[in-house]
């Protein structure tokens, strides 16, 4: 098969890096509404096809690049309206999506929005520089889509003789601020299901929603792609306001300390008695993994899940954690405490794998495993003490009608008046 004569790959992964960065950002920003009818999927979508825009153009097909940025804008708008429009007919038209009959184009698509959406159709009024941006970047992408002007022909723009007219540095900037653009909008439009990759980093909602699984934006990503006109814009719509208004009223302030071991996992052992103050704030397992780490000095990992969910410490923050969703059955079918394993890191400064022998103990509170990893195996009395903490937590567990009273009952535990005894 002939190759094509006029093709001119871009050599300049580098540049792209940042932008790459930025999608990912967008990418974890996803929804944790479970009435968002799959956004996350046209989200995922969205993401995929800009990061696919940029290896298309890498390779040398600048027009199909746009398109595929191009596409990355409709398929969110389509994501959103599936979302966010409150009509009978959105049923209708997304009936009509999913048999490929006909359904709106993306002007036809965002005027209904603009009708019909619960939240999208403040953007109107309160955000017009957004959807200026969107009619703008649409009408320049389709300029090179539908190949108007010499600039958007392979065999001229790529041709011996008019490569100095058509420089490939020139078309690469244009490309990627292109790019730029759309990443904004894509992360705009994620902000019609709600507002929490922004509103995480309000000062006033700082360290209240930590069961959040969206990741809030970055600076950078806000000033770089969004704009920060366009955001605070956006933080004057009612729809912002509301869920601010509703996080503050439902969560408290919780301390930095708290707040990690919700949000990542990280237990900061020097930071006790704000743990330890906070605990009837924080989830189920962070509770639990939070009294397993202070309880003994030798825990470097508590896993839940089989290993899916974990949390770790700064006591020994070079030893990594062991990611197997068989590890609870392993631990268990032992039937042993202190279940001998190895686990491994590679050390890029000594070029070498460490190897550290580490101990595995499970036990189950409710229905819910947990396995405490410690550097050496702990004592008998230890696991005396450890078997009270869980009889006593799982008592609670049991007689609490929810999870709001288990929590309002870990302060009235004996284990909690030991470990705040000990600080």
Request: net charge negative; hydrophobic share 40%; proline share 3%.
């Amino acid at each position: 098969m002939a190759s094509s004569n006029y093709l001119r790959p871009v050599d300049d992964s580098e540049r792209f890096q940042e932008l790459r960065h930025f999608i990912i950002e967008v990418a974890m920003s996803f929804s944790g509404r479970i009435d968002s009818d799959n956004y996350n999927v046209f989200l995922q979508e969205s993401v995929e096809l800009l990061l696919n825009a940029i290896d298309v153009f890498r390779m040398g097909y600048f027009d199909a690049a746009y398109y595929l940025v191009r596409s990355a804008i409709e398929v969110s708008t389509v994501g959103v309206y599936f979302s966010d429009s409150h009509t009978v007919e959105k049923e209708e038209k997304k009936k009509s999506w999913i048999d490929l009959s006909y359904f709106p184009v993306q002007k036809k698509l965002l005027k209904r929005l603009i009708d019909e959406g619960l939240a999208f159709s403040e953007f109107k009024e309160e955000l017009p520089a957004f959807l200026d941006l969107i009619e703008k970047s649409s009408d320049y992408a389709n300029k090179m889509i539908h190949k108007q002007g010499h600039q958007s022909f392979y065999c001229v723009r790529n041709h011996p003789a008019y490569v100095g007219k058509y420089p490939l540095r020139d078309l690469t900037n244009d490309f990627m601020e292109y790019l730029r653009t759309a990443i904004g909008i894509v992360a705009v439009m994620r902000l019609a299901i709600d507002p929490f990759p922004v509103l995480l980093t309000d000062e006033t909602c700082r360290n209240r929603f930590a069961d959040s699984v969206t990741r809030p934006y970055s600076d950078e990503l806000i000033d770089q792609c969004i704009g920060n006109d366009i955001l605070t814009q956006y933080k004057q719509t009612g729809f912002y306001s509301s869920v601010k208004q509703w996080v503050i009223s439902m969560f408290p302030i919780m301390s930095d300390a708290a707040y990690d071991a919700q949000q990542v996992g990280y237990i900061d052992v020097e930071c006790r008695m704000d743990l330890l103050a906070d605990i009837d704030l924080v989830g189920f397992h962070t509770a639990c993994a939070v009294f397993f780490t202070l309880a003994f000095p030798e825990v470097c990992n508590v896993y839940v899940f089989g290993g899916i969910d974990w949390y770790f410490n700064n006591r020994f923050d070079t030893i990594p954690a062991s990611s197997s969703t068989a590890l609870i059955a392993e631990v268990e079918e032992s039937g042993v405490d202190n279940f001998q394993c190895t686990s491994s890191r590679f050390n890029a400064v000594q070029n070498v794998t460490d190897e550290f022998t580490l101990y595995r103990t499970a036990r189950k509170i409710g229905s819910e495993g947990f396995v405490i990893e410690t550097v050496t195996p702990l004592l008998k009395n230890q696991i005396v003490f450890l078997d009270s903490i869980v009889d006593e937590l799982d008592s609670l567990r049991f007689k609490a009608a929810n999870l709001t009273e288990w929590r309002s009952g870990l302060k009235l535990t004996k284990v909690y008046d030991v470990l705040f005894g000990g600080k």
